[in-house]
């Protein structure tokens, strides 16, 4: 599991993926998240907007990524 830090209070999933660089633009994660390849605390997550607070977990295909 790899911990990104944050620095707010929360930070919206699509923008989330692009900061862990997991996807280098929001197209990017906005086409992993519709096509329902990220979980956010093990369940299929559709929205790219969902606010994602410290400790949730995010995965995609083989990574863990926890909010810190």
Known sequence: MIDIPIDSE??????FLKLAEITSTGGHSKILIKEGLVKVNGEIELSRGRKLKP??????????????
């Open 55 to 68: 400790g949730d977990i995010v995965e995609v295909e083989d990574e863990k990524l926890r909010v810190l």
């Open 10 to 15: 929360f930070i919206k999933l699509d923008q």
